[in-house]
């Protein structure tokens, strides 16, 4: 990335999706002296929180500060907003952006915001990446104008103001310069990069590894087990995101092997919560009804099933866990295939 100019003043921010990650991303902003709006489709939703200051759904223990407001009507959640977080569900996010598309055309002609997508994920149909699909959805001066997040970052502790490093990539250095500014400080430590690819792939696969190493501890295979898996989930991840434009150094980096490590070991990873349950004999549909929250890899597992088919690069751990979610395969049959694959270097 190229030198930056300085970062604009403090804008206002508006956080459309208040899921923990989106509710723990406007109290950072709010924490750092930001004034922040925080969106939600649902009226029940707005309504509780608006209500009783805080987001008992999903961050009950963190009561709202002054400068963070609720809103449900998307046009007020942007007026005058000069920083957009996307924390949508990666499923969501292309028809919550053609809201936001029709909410602009509305409010005229406002300088247009920065975006930061704060969604982990690749359309499971089109197989695009949340980048893709901001750039495929907002007007060309707003899309221009985006960055993605990625990095070790659960929510709770995020909202807990805990040290966290994070990191933004973006092919603008403006857009860069001024999120990493704006978000740096208050337990965030904020990097950036111009490796958009690697930030947003990274992100997304390292879930499939998560809910896979969930199934290891689950079914008690042992920590030695898990620690080859994370360690060969790496290296297909890196296959892939290589084939797809990614700079391997991402991939030892925080948006890579920092955010796998956490997702694949870490108590409040919601993936490796579904892999534990998988592994103890539970079905898939029991799991996610319970939990009630979105846990990305069950639809990452499919994404990256299907560009590891179309990229024709090799992604045994994708594969198995492809056969538990989508065709019965039972862990044990899942083990004994992974064991017994052909011998190979270590090196690919």
Same mark, same amino acid.
């Given at each position: 990335?190229?030198?930056a100019?300085?970062?604009?003043?403090?804008?206002?921010?508006? #956080?459309?999706?208040?899921?923990?990650?989106?509710?723990?991303?406007?109290?950072?902003?709010?924490r750092?002296?930001?004034?922040?709006r925080?969106?939600?489709?649902?009226?029940?939703? =707005? %309504?509780?929180?608006?209500?009783?200051r805080?987001?008992?759904?999903?961050?009950?223990?963190?009561? =709202?500060?002054?400068?963070?407001a609720?809103?449900?009507? &998307?046009?007020?959640a942007l007026?005058?907003?000069? =920083?957009?977080?996307?924390?949508?569900?990666?499923?969501?996010?292309?028809?919550?952006?053609?809201?936001?598309?029709?909410?602009?055309?509305?409010?005229?002609?406002a300088?247009p915001?920065?975006?930061?997508?704060?969604?982990?994920?690749?359309?499971i149909?089109?197989?695009?990446?949340?980048?893709d #699909?901001?750039?495929?959805?907002?007007p060309?001066?707003?899309?221009?104008?985006?960055?993605? &997040?990625?990095?070790?970052? =659960?929510?709770?502790?995020?909202?807990r103001?805990?040290?966290?490093a994070?990191v933004?990539?973006?092919a603008?250095?403006?857009?860069?310069?001024? +999120?990493?500014?704006?978000?740096?400080g208050?337990?965030?430590?904020?990097?950036a990069?111009?490796?958009?690819v690697?930030?947003?792939?990274g992100?997304?696969?390292k879930?499939?590894?998560?809910?896979?190493?969930?199934?290891?501890?689950?079914?008690?295979?042992?920590?030695?087990a898990?620690?080859?898996?994370i360690?060969?989930?790496?290296?297909?991840i890196g296959?892939?995101?290589?084939?797809?434009?990614?700079?391997?150094?991402?991939?030892?980096?925080?948006?890579?092997?920092?955010?796998?490590?956490?997702?694949c070991?870490?108590?409040?990873s919601?993936?490796?919560r #579904?892999?534990?349950a998988?592994?103890q004999?539970?079905?898939l549909?029991?799991?996610?009804?319970e939990m009630g929250?979105?846990?990305?890899?069950?639809?990452?597992?499919?994404?990256?099933?299907r560009?590891?088919?179309? %990229?024709?690069?090799?992604?045994?751990?994708?594969? +198995?866990?492809h056969a538990?979610?989508?065709e019965?395969?039972?862990?044990r049959r899942?083990?004994?295939? &992974?064991?017994?694959?052909?011998?190979?270097?270590?090196?690919?």
């Amino acid at each position: 990335m190229t030198n930056a100019p300085a970062s604009p003043p403090p804008p206002t921010v508006a #956080v459309l999706g208040a899921g923990s990650w989106g509710t723990a991303l406007a109290l950072h902003c709010a924490r750092r002296g930001l004034p922040v709006r925080l969106w939600t489709r649902s009226v029940e939703h =707005f %309504e509780a929180m608006a209500a009783g200051r805080v987001n008992a759904r999903y961050l009950a223990e963190f009561p =709202f500060p002054d400068n963070l407001a609720v809103e449900h009507d &998307l046009g007020r959640a942007l007026a005058g907003a000069g =920083f957009v977080i996307l924390a949508i569900p990666s499923h969501g996010l292309r028809a919550t952006l053609q809201l936001v598309r029709a909410a602009l055309a509305e409010l005229g002609d406002a300088a247009p915001p920065y975006y930061l997508v704060a969604a982990k994920g690749v359309e499971i149909d089109s197989l695009r990446t949340m980048a893709d #699909v901001v750039q495929e959805t907002l007007p060309k001066e707003h899309a221009q104008r985006m960055a993605v &997040l990625g990095g070790p970052s =659960f929510a709770a502790e995020v909202a807990r103001g805990l040290p966290t490093a994070v990191v933004i990539a973006s092919a603008d250095a403006a857009a860069a310069a001024a +999120i990493q500014q704006w978000m740096h400080g208050d337990g965030l430590r904020v990097y950036a990069t111009d490796d958009v690819v690697g930030v947003e792939l990274g992100g997304a696969f390292k879930n499939v590894i998560a809910l896979a190493a969930g199934v290891c501890d689950g079914a008690g295979l042992g920590q030695n087990a898990r620690a080859a898996l994370i360690t060969r989930g790496l290296a297909e991840i890196g296959r892939l995101c290589i084939a797809l434009g990614a700079d391997p150094v991402t991939l030892s980096g925080l948006a890579g092997l920092g955010d796998l490590v956490l997702t694949c070991t870490g108590g409040l990873s919601r993936n490796r919560r #579904v892999g534990l349950a998988l592994g103890q004999g539970r079905a898939l549909q029991e799991i996610l009804d319970e939990m009630g929250m979105v846990a990305e890899g069950v639809n990452n597992t499919l994404s990256a099933h299907r560009l590891a088919q179309r %990229e024709q690069v090799e992604m045994p751990i994708t594969q +198995i866990m492809h056969a538990i979610l989508y065709e019965g395969m039972s862990v044990r049959r899942a083990v004994a295939a &992974l064991m017994q694959r052909d011998l190979k270097p270590e090196r690919d």
